[in-house]
C-alpha cells in the first residue's frame, strides 16, 4: 500500500479516563457535521459513500500517560519529530462514516487501534473535473494493530454496524509516511 502501513509494532495502551480529559474539535470537527456539512461532503465526489456521520470524541493526552505512548516510538523518530498524542473514540449505533477528508495540521499519523470492529478505511484520488473519487486502497485495521497512514491523502472510514472504535494517534507534521516506515525498519 502506498497511503498506508501497519507498522511491525504493538503500543501498549494505558487505562484513559475520558472523563478527566477535555474534549477537544478538529477545525471542522467529525462531531458536528451536520446535514449540510455532510451533503457538501458528498459533493466533494458524486460516486462518495453516503451514510450518517459518526460521533467522535478527540482528546489531546498530556504528561506521564503521553511520555509513556511516546516511549514506545522508535528513538529515531521521536528525534526528528515529536508527535501530538490524541486520543480517538467513534461511536456509532447503526451504520456510518467518517466522510472522505484530508487530515488539517498534519501530514502523517500513527494510529494505534485499541479497539475496532470491521471498519474500512479508504483511500481516494479525486477527479476535480468530474468532481468523482476513485478508490485507490484499504484496509481494515484489528485491535491492537498499528498503522501508519498519509493523512492529506483524501480518505475515508465506512462504519457498516454499530461501532465503539478507540485508538490513539501520534500525529506528525513534519514527517511523512515513508519517515515514519523507515523508522521501523
Known amino acids: 500500500m502506498t497511503n498506508a502501513t501497519r507498522l511491525p509494532a504493538v503500543v501498549q495502551i494505558p487505562t484513559i479516563d475520558v472523563s478527566k480529559l477535555s474534549n477537544f474539535e478538529w477545525r471542522n470537527?467529525?462531531?458536528?457535521?451536520s446535514a449540510a456539512r455532510l451533503a457538501r461532503s458528498?459533493?466533494?465526489?458524486?460516486?462518495?459513500?453516503?451514510?450518517?456521520?459518526?460521533?467522535?470524541?478527540?482528546?489531546?493526552?498530556?504528561?506521564?500517560?503521553?511520555?509513556?505512548?511516546?516511549?514506545?516510538?522508535?528513538?529515531?523518530?521521536?528525534?526528528?519529530?515529536?508527535?501530538v498524542v490524541i486520543y480517538t473514540v467513534f461511536e456509532a449505533d447503526a451504520p456510518s462514516q467518517l466522510i472522505i477528508h484530508k487530515d488539517w495540521g498534519r501530514l502523517s499519523v500513527i494510529n494505534a487501534y485499541e479497539t475496532a470492529g470491521k471498519d474500512v478505511t479508504t483511500f481516494y484520488s479525486h477527479d476535480k473535473e468530474l468532481n468523482t473519487v476513485s478508490p485507490l486502497e484499504s484496509?481494515?485495521?484489528?485491535?491492537?494493530?498499528?498503522?501508519?497512514?498519509n493523512s492529506k491523502m483524501y480518505h475515508g472510514v465506512v462504519f457498516e454496524q454499530p461501532v465503539k472504535r478507540s485508538m490513539v494517534n501520534f500525529a506528525f507534521r513534519r514527517v511523512s509516511l515513508s519517515g515514519i516506515t523507515e523508522s521501523f525498519s
Not at 66 to 77: F, K, S, V, Y
Request: charged content about 15%.
Open 139 to 149: 484496509f481494515c485495521a484489528a485491535a491492537g494493530e498499528v498503522w501508519a497512514m
Open 29 to 33: 470537527a467529525y462531531e458536528k457535521v
Open 42 to 83: 458528498a459533493a466533494l465526489a458524486i460516486n462518495a459513500p453516503i451514510l450518517p456521520p459518526v460521533r467522535a470524541s478527540h482528546y489531546i493526552l498530556e504528561g506521564a500517560i503521553t511520555d509513556e505512548l511516546i516511549g514506545q516510538l522508535p528513538t529515531t523518530l521521536v528525534e526528528r519529530e515529536c508527535p
